[in-house]
């Protein structure tokens, strides 16, 4: 079992950053895939990016080159780097974790957490 707590989302203006971060429980973590979603108003939650338990990233077109994923296993914990941030990036992010090396979907994911509001203003 592993417990997931999100927390860092807030207001910003756009083009600034906000760093997320996403507390772990379990003596497991440092063995999932770790992923980030988001949620915006009206949508689907969709596919942010992922980190393995080796360290490499994959994220989606919409946030590569302005988002960094990180993970610290020794403190388990999960990171998400936001920068240059837009009005339409205004959405609940979620962090997850699964076994799926290829983590991208939600049915990838096992255990979720409850999410932290991200708003960017124009």
């Known amino acids: 079992q592993v417990q997931l707590v999100e927390s860092g989302g807030g207001l910003v203006q756009a083009g600034g950053s906000l760093r997320l971060s996403c507390a772990a429980s379990g003596r497991t973590f440092s063995s999932y895939t770790m992923g980030w979603f988001r949620q915006a108003p009206g949508k689907e939650r969709e596919f942010v990016g992922r980190?393995?338990?080796?360290?490499?990233?994959y994220y989606s077109d919409s946030v590569k080159g302005r988002f960094t994923i990180s993970r610290d296993n020794a403190k388990n914990t999960l990171y998400l780097q936001m920068n240059s941030l837009k009005p339409e990036d205004t959405a609940v992010y979620y962090c997850?974790?699964?076994?799926?090396?290829?983590?991208?979907?939600?049915?990838?994911?096992?255990?979720w957490g409850q999410g932290t509001q991200v708003t960017v203003s124009s």
């Open positions: 997850a974790a699964g076994t799926s090396p290829n983590l991208n979907r939600q049915y990838d994911c096992d255990y």
């Open positions: 980190i393995r338990s080796g360290g490499s990233t």
